[in-house]
């Protein structure tokens, strides 16, 4: 379960190595600021609770002091105190005696509420000896005040706006009513000037939001910079890795970057430097193997032009025939698969067309259907591929048809012949050097066994493919794979 859920997490991760490293950073930024905003967030509220208890406190302690000097007044002076208070303006409370209980709209909820409430419950308790007293937390749009039930906007501002209102700040009003007498509830309403009491545990809001965007934009980008100036050496080594079997002459990379990435380059140019000097040294010892081997095949040749008799004569002859053979489709070999042509766009419809006309005038039938655009190639290295698998067409078949279907990504060539085929279990055998399912190796069939092995080489060094599979209806079919690139000697 656990290996399927890994599989699952790859196949979503980014495919570049610069892709990765920027989910990475912003992984880690994101994961970083989520973490301080927690942190930051406890101990905002932590402080936040510390100073709301001190305050409820206070005014739980206020609230009680008043609620003693009204008990104190006479039944008959109680009226006229708090006529005389609001005259006056008010004090800090709004404080009213009422003969039933107003109704509150009550907006206090979460751990704030029970904190306040439970201190005045306490202290009220401990001062005066109330355990019944309701306290709620209102509005000031919905608050209610006096008998009539007056909603607190509808008085006069004198009568308790200046006490219970802090424009344009809204923090909540704490209301505390209590039984004095049957019929007589004391009602004493005050402001808790905390704006946002009971605004919730708005963690993301709009600054904080906009505050982790610009610090996740800002590291984003500057990696951004950063990883490209990292990566940027790689991806040219990629592509020289690439390219590497199409030329190899191509000049050395710039060994830049970081140390890391300066070491991967200058190994990969001495590996370069390596593999050139391997293929000079392999063409020069064929060109000396050839060399050599001229002049005893010719004198041996001579020889055998002298024996009397004419079988053991024309035996011999055969013999070193095939040995010329030989040694000349090794140094063809060797030509075929040269490294050092430049790519080129070549018109392969063009191309197609002259291997055909030349084959019509040896007596083979080759037809071409389709079209394509330019194709970025070695055109010498082309030639010879597609000079080869049409060659073996006419010879095995008689005649060969060419079809194109060309591609933004890829051109693909068909070649069908109508001949014996090839067996399935002989289908990579054949790509073999010197390997050739027709047995005859005398003058007049030809052939060495290269060519087949020759074509798919130089397909592959393109970064193509080359299959082969019988037609149903008898005869091989060679499918040729050849992508586009960007341009000659494109990296």
């Not at 060419?402 to 591609?407: M, S, W, Y």
């Not at 051109?411 to 054949?430: F, K, M, N, S, Y």
Request: aromatic letters at 6%; one cysteine or more; glycine letters at 8%.
């Amino acid at each position: 379960m656990v290996a399927g859920a890994w599989r699952r997490l790859h196949r979503l991760l980014p495919r570049t190595l610069r892709g990765r490293f920027v989910l990475i950073m912003i992984t880690g930024v994101l994961s970083a600021q989520l973490a301080s905003y927690a942190i930051w967030t406890a101990q905002a509220r932590a402080s936040r609770l510390e100073q709301l208890d001190e305050l409820s406190r206070n005014v739980a302690y206020s609230v009680a002091s008043t609620v003693r000097f009204f008990r104190s007044l006479p039944h008959d002076y109680r009226h006229i105190v708090l006529d005389q208070l609001r005259s006056m303006g008010g004090t800090r409370f709004f404080v009213s005696i009422n003969d039933h209980r107003i109704p509150v709209e009550e907006i206090g909820q979460g751990s704030e509420q029970a904190l306040v409430v439970g201190n005045f419950r306490r202290i009220l308790g401990e001062e005066l000896g109330i355990r019944d007293a309701r306290v709620e937390f209102s509005r000031a749009e919905t608050l209610r005040l006096l008998n009539n039930e007056v909603l607190l906007h509808d008085l006069p501002p004198r009568w308790g706006q200046h006490s219970l209102l802090m424009e344009p700040l809204s923090p909540p009003i704490l209301v505390v009513q209590l039984a004095l007498a049957p019929q007589e509830w004391l009602y004493v309403a005050t402001l808790l000037p905390v704006p946002e009491l009971f605004a919730g545990g708005r963690w993301l809001a709009g600054d904080r939001l906009f505050a982790v965007l610009i610090v996740l934009l800002t590291v984003v980008g500057l990696s951004w910079l950063g990883i490209r100036g990292v990566t940027r050496p790689l991806a040219k080594l990629a592509g020289a890795a690439r390219q590497l079997g199409d030329d190899l002459d191509a000049p050395p990379l710039p060994e830049r970057g970081p140390r890391e990435t300066r070491e991967t380059t200058r190994a990969f140019n001495r590996m370069q430097e390596r593999i050139r000097a391997q293929v000079e040294e392999r063409e020069r010892l064929f060109a000396a193997i050839s060399h050599d081997l001229k002049t005893p095949i010719t004198r041996l040749r001579l020889r055998a032009e002298m024996l009397d008799d004419p079988h053991q004569r024309e035996r011999f002859c055969a013999s070193l025939d095939e040995l010329d053979l030989l040694v000349k489709g090794a140094l063809a070999s060797v030509k075929g698969l040269d490294l050092h042509e430049a790519v080129v766009a070549v018109d392969v419809v063009a191309l197609l067309e002259a291997l055909a006309a030349e084959l019509r005038l040896q007596g083979g039938e080759v037809v071409v259907t389709g079209t394509a655009a330019p194709l970025p190639a070695k055109p010498l290295a082309l030639k010879r591929c597609l000079g080869n698998l049409l060659e073996n067409a006419v010879f095995y078949g008689g005649r060969a048809e060419v079809r194109l279907a060309d591609g933004p990504e890829a051109l693909a060539i068909t070649l069908r012949d109508h001949g014996p085929g090839i067996p399935e279990a002989q289908r990579e055998r054949v790509f073999e050097p010197f390997v050739r399912l027709e047995p005859s190796r005398s003058r007049h069939t030809g052939g060495s066994g290269l060519g087949l092995g020759i074509a798919r080489h130089i397909v592959r060094t393109q970064g193509g493919s080359l299959t082969l599979a019988n037609h149903p209806e008898g005869g091989l079919v060679v499918r040729l794979s050849l992508p586009r690139r960007d341009g000659p000697g494109a990296r």
